[in-house]
Nanobody, 125 residues
Framework: EEALVESGGGMVQPGGSLKLSCAVS????????LVWVRQAPGTGPEWIAA???????FYKDAVKGRFTISRENAKMTMYLQMGSLKPEDTALYFC???????????????????RGQGTQVTVAS
């Protein structure tokens, strides 16, 4: 059974850092693209960072240069290192398995199937 479990969320002051982890089981981790998705209160989910099976990374502009996505296939774990956090980064963050991805005009566009329950990140002073 496919499972993704996030950890590492919490409350941090603006400008601070957090590292999220996503532990995976139940599927061949190394063969799938994976994404981090966040959902702020009152908004829909938005993917913010993706990593392909062969290690290419993609970021939405809102987090580019501040967040780093990575994966460790031997541990079946994906990470999101977040820095220079802003109050607008406050959201529920979850990881998901990409079921299909397209590259329209060079832009990565994922669809995901399985996802975790999420971990809350709150940025406030």
């Amino acid at each position: 059974e496919e499972a993704l479990v996030e950890s590492g969320g919490g409350m941090v002051q603006p400008g601070g850092s957090l590292k999220l982890s996503c532990a995976v089981s139940g599927f061949t981790f190394s063969t799938y693209d994976l994404v981090w998705v966040r959902q702020a209160p009152g908004t829909g989910p938005e993917w913010i960072a993706a990593i392909t099976a062969d290690g290419r990374t993609f970021y939405k502009d809102a987090v580019k240069g501040r967040f780093t996505i990575s994966r460790e296939n031997a541990k079946m774990t994906m990470y999101l290192q977040m820095g220079s956090l802003k109050p607008e980064d406050t959201a529920l963050y979850f990881c998901a398995r990409v079921s299909f991805a397209s590259y329209l005009g060079g832009e990565y566009s994922p669809k995901y199937d399985y996802r975790g329950q999420g971990t809350q990140v709150t940025v406030a002073s």
